[in-house]
């Protein structure tokens, strides 16, 4: 069992960063692909990026390429995006994801295998 813990979230003005972490317990991720997803108000889930822990490979949904960063760090077992530019459209409650298994495809929600609660993320125009 592998328990994600979301942090960072908050309220800033269009154009502004924020940096979310994730949290990771429970077992080694070597094996794991760990991925954000974000969900806006009246819209289904849509996944953001993700990162192959082994590796490092990132691949970011085309929404967000150019400006949402996500890496990792090992010895602290947590991811982070690192969102620059940020658009009111940008708006959501965004959720750590990880799968038991190492891709470089885009995810969709019900392949996830560990879910964060999530951390409201929004952007003021």
């Known amino acids: 069992q592998v328990q994600l813990v979301e942090s960072g979230g908050g309220l800033v003005q269009a154009g502004g960063s924020l940096r979310l972490s994730c949290a990771a317990s429970?077992?080694?991720?070597?094996?794991?692909?760990m991925g954000w997803f974000r969900q806006a108000p009246g819209k289904e889930r849509e996944f953001v990026g993700a990162i192959r822990w082994t590796g490092g490979v990132t691949y970011y949904a085309d929404s967000v390429k150019g400006r949402f960063t996500i890496s990792r760090d090992n010895a602290k077992n947590t991811v982070y995006l690192q969102m620059n530019s940020l658009k009111p459209e940008d708006t959501a409650v965004y959720y750590c994801?990880?799968?038991?298994?190492?891709?470089?495809?885009?995810?969709?929600?019900?392949?996830?295998?560990?879910w964060g609660k999530g951390t409201l993320v929004t952007v003021s125009s």
């Open positions: 429970g077992r080694t991720l070597s094996s794991y692909t």
């Open positions: 994801a990880a799968v038991r298994y190492a891709t470089t495809q885009p995810m969709g929600a019900g392949d996830i295998h560990y």
